[in-house]
């Protein structure tokens, strides 16, 4: 079997049978094409070896690609290869005889400050000079300004990702609980609670106009044409609102969701806590948040801890013995 139709034929079968988000099935095809196209689609799939495997690495490298951009394509690779082992079509995948050891990065999350963060709700705020009325229709621009601050509002109240807030439905808010019903990575569920009577108020209301609209889905976010509305359009409004509250760096939706837990652990709520804010199936990908509040953790020492205030002679540290 060649591999231009291996490709195809297990992304018809293998998401089929195996629950994956519309964008995971995007990455997948993305990467599959991407390596038929450096391995040549008439290349016969058992004639792939692992030194092919080890040049596409070099190559990905060479080009630019980041350590973690190359292990995603790479357990894309190791999905596909196993696909085909079970299927009978290979005796062993190429994969296991190679070791991918690539260079791990240390990137801090990026994140608003409190201020930033403040600068950006208000001004969202600000833009909602009076509420739109209840039968105002999805291109009324009260409506819209009402809609982006109220998709701030949850995106920073609970710290969900923006997909997860472009696919809430309706029938997703649970009034009695005050909460969404997330449906997140890996099919796993959970309920983002929203933590004070000021956001629950907002949402409330938000969700009495949309109510009010008669439209042929059950979005809660709609765009102008009253369809649901994208992830694209909320990076577009949110980056709209930090140029107009004047925040000098790049605001997207994803570091809202960094600013929220890192905010959270900088005020003391337990790493478990945040965890289950963030909907992270492993703690490993809630301590990246930690490193940034130890950051902040020494600046403010420095800033404001006595020994920085007090003038007091002492000897050189080397000198000091036990």
């Not at 099935?25 to 094409?33: E, G, K, P, T």
């Not at 983002?192 to 000021?198: R, S």
């Not at 976010?221 to 107009?244: E, F, H, I, P, Y």
């Amino acid at each position: 079997m060649q591999i231009d139709q291996a490709v195809e034929s297990f992304l018809a079968g293998y998401f089929s049978t195996c629950q994956r988000s519309p964008k995971t099935q995007s990455a997948y095809s993305i990467d599959l094409f991407q390596f038929k196209a450096h391995i040549g689609p008439a290349t016969l799939l058992e004639m792939i070896e692992s030194e092919a495997l080890e040049q596409w690495a070099k190559i990905l490298t060479a080009d630019g690609y980041a350590p973690v951009s190359v292990r995603r394509k790479f357990a894309a690779l190791k999905v596909f290869f196993s696909y085909w082992v079970r299927k009978g079509s290979l005796s062993a995948s190429p994969l296991w005889r190679i070791r991918l050891d690539l260079s791990t990065e240390h990137r801090l999350p990026r994140a608003l400050s409190s201020t930033e963060a403040e600068q950006l709700l208000d001004r969202a705020w600000r833009n909602v000079q009076q509420l739109p009325p209840k039968d105002a229709k999805p291109n009324d621009r009260r409506f819209l300004a009402f809609r982006n601050a109220t998709a701030i509002e949850i995106l920073f109240a609970t710290g969900i990702r923006v997909g997860e807030l472009v696919s809430l439905s309706m029938q997703d808010w649970n009034e009695a609980d005050c909460a969404f019903l997330i449906k997140g990575k890996g099919a796993r569920q959970r309920m983002a609670v929203l933590p004070d009577i000021l956001s629950t108020g907002t949402i409330k209301t938000y969700l009495s106009h949309r109510s009010a609209m008669n439209l042929s889905h059950d979005a809660v976010l709609v765009n102008a044409s009253g369809s649901r509305l994208s992830t694209q359009g909320v990076a577009r409004a949110l980056a709209k609102l930090a140029r107009n509250a004047e925040i000098g760096k790049k605001v997207t939706p994803h570091m809202l969701r960094h600013t929220v837990a890192t905010l959270l652990l900088r005020h003391g709520a337990d790493i478990r806590v945040v965890q289950e804010v963030l909907g992270h199936a492993s703690i490993s990908m809630t301590e990246r948040y930690t490193h940034v509040s130890k950051e902040h953790l020494r600046s403010t020492l420095k800033a404001h801890h006595p020994n920085s205030h007090l003038v007091i002679a002492r000897p050189q540290a080397e000198v000091i013995s036990s």
